[in-house]
T-cell receptor, first 114, second 116 residues
Framework: GENVEQHPSTLSVQEGDSAVIKCTYS??????FPWYKQELGKRPQLIIDIRSNVGEKKDQRIAVTLNKTAKHFSLHITETQPEDSAVYFCAPGYSGGGADGLTFGKGTHLIIQP | NAGVMQNPRHLVRRRGQEARLRCSPM?????VYWYRQLPEEGLKFMVY????????ESGMPKERFSAEFPKEGPSILRIQQVVRGDSAAYFC??????????????FGSGTRLTVV
């Protein structure tokens, strides 16, 4: 099965600064790379995703970059704001079907310091 | 569109009792996935169902856990003879296409099960 690791497990940045969270995975067949945001006590919500035919995708202040050769993809948040404080999960998967659903990383606690 | 509906939001059970968690997918969605989230952990895949079919239950514990998605009504995750280690948040997600397309999941608000 897929082995997924996220780094760092906790990230504290000053409001207005940038944050980068990295996700490494083991299954070279993975071709779908989403990031989910989960605020305290709430459901995980998809914030951005990328497919393996694309190296980078941007949506306002958030972006995802993919390095398929090295098997990692990263979430970038620029001009961080207090409402960005949450736990972020990566969940690589593949569109060929198979035994598992998405495999989630253990999450990164992002703390935005005022 | 009410989104993915899960109930109850909170469920307290004594050890040995049964827990029944319900999930109604988004309108038009016929694929349901259940995930479990232990405190301070990521989400672990449990089971993937379509109407009247269990497609993949590779993440389900072998004993005490079962899931169904009948032709009519919500999907049900049942945990028999609950133990303290079953305390977790259980999230349901639905999609309109099967996961081979992986367009991303829409999660429900979750059921937080506490076993006392």
């Amino acid at each position: 099965g897929e082995n997924v690791e996220q780094h760092p497990s906790t990230l504290s940045v000053q409001e207005g600064d940038s944050a980068v969270i990295k996700c490494t995975y083991s299954d070279s067949a993975s071709n779908y790379f989403p990031w989910y945001k989960q605020e305290l006590g709430k459901r995980p919500q998809l914030i951005i995703d990328i497919r393996s035919n694309v190296g980078e995708k941007k949506d306002q202040r958030i972006a995802v970059t993919l390095n398929k050769t090295a098997k990692h993809f990263s979430l970038h948040i620029t001009e961080t704001q207090p409402e960005d404080s949450a736990v972020y999960f990566c969940a690589p998967g593949y569109s060929g079907g198979g035994a598992d659903g998405l495999t989630f990383g253990k999450g990164t606690h992002l703390i935005i310091q005022p | 569109n009410a989104g993915v509906m899960q109930n109850p939001r909170h469920l307290v059970r004594r050890r040995g009792q049964e827990a029944r968690l319900r999930c109604s997918p988004m309108k038009g969605h016929s694929h349901v996935y259940w995930y479990r989230q232990l405190p301070e952990e990521g989400l672990k895949f449990m089971v993937y169902l379509q109407k009247e079919n269990i497609i993949d239950e590779s993440g389900m514990p072998k004993e005490r856990f079962s899931a169904e998605f009948p032709k009519e009504g919500p999907s049900i995750l049942r945990i028999q003879q609950v133990v303290r280690g079953d305390s977790a948040a259980y999230f349901c997600a639905s999609s309109a296409q099967d996961r081979t397309y992986l367009y991303g999941y829409t999660f429900g608000s979750g059921t937080r099960l506490t076993v006392v």
